[in-house]
């Protein structure tokens, strides 16, 4: 059977705790959702990047205009 899964449903559900400091995020789009209630999520905003982005972007749409 090599290649193959088997899924089921257990008996009784495992459930793991995490700490927040074990969950990391990336520059650009990160999504975060649980299905067992409400995430709250506080991250520190980049403004340099902010700027850095709204430049590129006022520069792209001058040369394209």
């Known amino acids: 059977m090599s290649g193959q899964y088997l899924c089921y449903e ?3 559900p ?3 705790t995490i700490d927040p400091q074990n969950l990391g995020t990336l520059y650009g789009t990160n999504n975060i959702w ?3 209630g409400d995430v709250e999520v506080t991250y520190p905003a980049d403004t340099k990047l902010y700027i850095d982005n709204k430049i590129t972007q006022a520069i792209a749409n ?3 205009s």
Do not use: F, I, R, W
């Open 10 to 12: 257990l008996a009784e």
């Open 14 to 16: 495992v459930e793991y």
């Open 34 to 36: 649980s299905s067992t």
């Open 62 to 64: 001058a040369l394209n």
